[in-house]
């Protein structure tokens, strides 16, 4: 699996979060802590709606937690 050109900042909102456990906030967005673990390391992006579910329960804005990164993108080859 490749990384995601969606980088995020989750850890680091969850520790200034009263160090939240990622099954908290697994807990409060309806979603497997599986899922937010993949999202941390950047191995999964999330919906639209998921990121805003995010953002909102960090009261932060949806680019302070992701950002993304147009170097890494990679377009498909056509044959």
């Known amino acids: ?6 980088q995020n900042n989750i850890r680091k909102l969850r520790f200034n979060a009263e160090e939240m456990t990622q ?15 993949a999202i941390e390391k950047g191995n999964y992006s999330p919906t639209l709606e998921l990121a ?12 302070e937690i ?8 990679q377009p498909k080859k056509k044959n």
């Open 1 to 6: 699996m490749s990384k995601s050109i969606i």
């Open 23 to 37: 099954q908290q906030l697994a807990d409060e967005t309806g979603v497997s802590r599986q899922t937010i673990v």
């Open 52 to 63: 805003f579910r995010i953002a909102y329960i960090f009261k932060t804005p949806l680019e």
């Open 66 to 73: 992701f950002t993304y990164d147009p170097n890494l993108y």
